[in-house]
């Protein structure tokens, strides 16, 4: 069976229980984004909502921080996303109060850049409650504006090459939006967002990641790698690093100051909203009008450094420091598209005028690239080796079993050999 099944029917007895406290009566629900044979757990169930009759401003007569009324006609379909708790890896202390925080703080800058309301407004919402409340009644959930729109990483491909540098300096407009939010005054640290008793906005704990906010961005990374060693020490191939002396090296590392040191060049004390998983995916898109609908997906944001925007995410427009970019990564991280690669393909080619493209719609609209953040390189040191600690496809279960184990090892060593000479770069210059 479906791992995501489980449970299908009452999370629908849920979200009807939901609908009901404000006096509404769903004509239809269809659950979106739901892949049938999904082998792990999703980190959301969303379903579109079709209402027997519209939602109003009198509906949420109540309303709740980093929320907005619907407008007085009323609208008469919702989305409801209910965060899963058995999704693995993630930390539900402050989930969803973390993704209404920071869409109200991405809407507000949008609104303010006099861009389209492109981040859904929040109606309603619950945190989560699990396992307190046992079962799905336990989930925190969010209620919000449907936007019309498809997943553009679908369109994309197919989009000409105007149509796509079109879109392109759409979303650089949004982003620019996105990281320019004005950070509240209570959110002092690094890490995600909460919402206190009085119903302000304050730093809160990852989703991602156990504890926090964390003092400084340096502490926010050591937290990041402990994770990752503690993800390694469940692996059953992984084993933690626990043999050679290897473990004993990243303790040490950890211990004393290591990621301070590797951080040494880096501003340290900037910090803008992340959306944290800005890709194609979470950007719908109408091809009728050639518009952006919707920004989705608010889920892992942080307030951090403007470069952990581009580690997590942009890798599908060229805008990402990530290996899919590796050819050109030395134009992303100097700024410099002047020149096109030699020997590039058909469809390189298009990728680069994309990353070009993108490259000088970011830097018109105001916001910071890759090329503007000092010690850039520094910062991706530490992703190398957070990535190296514990690959998805060493740690997860489902992913070893479709690996030989001559795949495995060769991905190990590879690992191991990165993690080493990382560790001895930093031992022997700091």
């Given amino acids: 069976m479906n791992i995501n099944q489980e449970g299908f029917q009452r999370r629908l007895d849920a979200l009807q229980k939901i609908l009901q406290q404000y006096n509404l009566k769903s004509t239809q629900v269809t659950p979106i984004a739901y892949v049938e044979h999904c082998p792990f757990h999703f980190n959301n169930f969303i379903y579109k909502v079709d209402l027997e009759a519209p939602a109003t401003p009198a509906t949420f ?10 407008p007085e006609e009323g609208v008469t379909t919702l989305v409801i996303r209910m965060s899963n708790p058995l999704a693995e890896g993630l930390n539900n202390a402050n989930r969803v109060e973390n993704d209404i925080a920071a869409q109200h703080l991405a809407r507000q800058s949008i609104q303010s850049a006099g861009l389209p309301p492109v981040v859904p407004a929040v109606y309603a919402w619950a945190p989560c409650r699990y396992p307190d409340v046992p079962g799905e009644e336990g989930f925190g959930w969010t209620m919000s504006e449907f936007k019309p729109g498809s997943d553009l990483d679908g369109q994309f491909p197919s989009l000409t090459l105007d149509d796509a ?11 620019a939006a996105i990281q320019g939010a004005k950070i509240p005054e209570t959110v002092t640290k690094f890490g995600a967002l909460t919402i206190d008793d009085s119903g302000a906005i304050i730093g809160g704990q990852p989703p991602l990641l156990k504890g926090g906010p964390f003092n400084s961005y340096a502490e926010y990374w050591v937290a990041i790698l402990q994770a990752k060693l503690s993800e390694a020490d469940e692996s059953s191939f992984l084993k933690g ?5 290897l473990r004993e090296k990243i303790d040490k590392f950890l211990a004393s100051g290591g990621v301070g040191k590797v951080l040494e060049s880096v501003d340290t004390d900037k910090r803008v909203l992340v959306h944290g998983d800005l890709t194609l995916n979470n950007v719908l898109y109408d091809s009728a009008t050639k518009r952006i609908t919707s920004v989705l997906d608010f889920d892992w944001s942080a307030v951090t450094n ?7 995410g942009l890798w599908d427009i060229g805008g990402g420091i990530h290996e899919r970019n590796e050819k050109f990564l030395p134009m992303l991280l100097s700024g410099d598209f002047s020149t096109q690669p030699e020997g590039l393909s058909a469809d390189d080619v298009r990728k680069w005028e994309v990353a070009k493209a993108w490259d000088k719609a970011v830097a018109e609209a105001g916001a910071i690239r890759p090329s503007d953040i000092s010690g850039v390189d520094r910062i991706q040191v530490l992703k190398e080796l957070e990535d190296s600690l514990c690959p998805f496809e060493l740690a997860n279960e489902v992913m070893l079993k479709r690996k030989s184990n001559e795949e495995k ?9 990165k993690i080493r000479k990382l560790l001895e770069t930093y031992e022997n210059h700091g």
Avoid: H
Wanted: charged share 25%.
């Fill in 241 to 245: 690093w626990k043999y050679g002396g």
């Fill in 165 to 175: 540098i079109d879109v392109i300096q759409q979303l650089a407009k949004i982003f």
């Fill in 409 to 417: 090892l060769k991905k190990k060593n590879e690992m191991e050999t």
């Fill in 306 to 312: 403007p470069c952990d925007e581009f580690l997590t």
């Fill in 61 to 70: 007569s109540r309303q709740q921080p980093c929320t907005s009324a619907p």
